[in-house]
């Protein structure tokens, strides 16, 4: 089946300072989501990315799809404590009935 | 806005025991999926719907069971519960051909 990797596995950073995380995938893909996790409850959708090489902003967050469809960053601006949580790519096909592979999660811990 | 709804929260089950995992959406969405995941993991898919009266297999199926009699409505059934279906199992839900998910707050198994 699909693989994705994600890195880093978790982070800890000072409040203020700006973070990235990527996946990457052994196959292709024709989306790329981003969600976070916050303790207790579900994912929430963070950033969609529908084309390669498309750059989508969302406030402090921005994602990017790679040129070649295997892969994709997550990047986040001036950190604050609300940040913490657990970031999760998922990678799907449009025509795969909704399908997403998740990847394993990247922990972020924000030091005030 | 409900959005996608999960009961229970949490259940402690022995060994054997059956249940079903309640899970309902107000959004009108044709697709719902229920994912499990693992300490430290990301999601795993165990069943999708794409429509009333249409279920399918994900990626980890045996030992689940699920039903989609409505549009509302995707319970997901545990027959002979196992250690190994210790678990936090979410529900989503999505649009047609639009794959971001919405998800449920989970509800956290444990199989003694």
């Known amino acids: 089946g699909q693989q994705l990797n994600q890195s880093p596995q978790s982070m800890f950073i000072q409040e203020g300072e700006d973070v990235s995380m990527n996946c990457t995938s052994s196959?292709?893909?024709?989306?790329w989501l981003w969600y976070k996790q916050d303790p207790g409850e579900g994912p929430v959708l963070l950033i969609a990315l529908y084309k390669a090489g498309e750059l989508t902003s969302n406030g402090r967050l921005t994602a990017q799809f790679g040129i070649t469809r295997k892969d994709s960053f997550l990047n986040i601006s001036a950190s604050i404590p609300s940040d913490v949580g657990i970031y999760f790519c998922a990678g799907s096909y449009n025509t795969n009935a909704g399908k997403s592979t998740f990847g394993d999660g990247t922990t972020l811990t924000v030091k005030p | 806005n409900a959005g996608v709804t999960q009961t229970p929260k949490f259940r402690i089950l022995k060994i054997g025991q059956s249940m079903t995992l309640q899970c309902t959406q107000d959004?009108?969405?044709?697709?719902m999926y229920w994912y499990r995941q693992d300490p430290g993991m990301g999601l795993k898919l165990i069943y999708y719907?794409?429509?009333?009266?249409?279920?399918d297999k994900g990626e980890v199926p045996n030992g689940y069971n699920v039903s989609r009699s409505t549009t509302e409505d995707f319970p997901l059934r545990l027959e002979l519960a196992a250690p190994s279906q210790t678990s936090v199992y979410f529900c989503?839900?999505?649009?047609?051909?639009?794959?971001?998910?919405?998800f449920g707050q989970g509800t956290r198994l444990t199989v003694v």
């Open positions: 959004m009108n969405h044709n697709y």
């Open positions: 719907s794409v429509g009333a009266g249409i279920t």
């Open positions: 196959s292709i893909f024709n989306t």
């Open positions: 989503a839900s999505s649009f047609d051909r639009v794959i971001e998910a919405f």
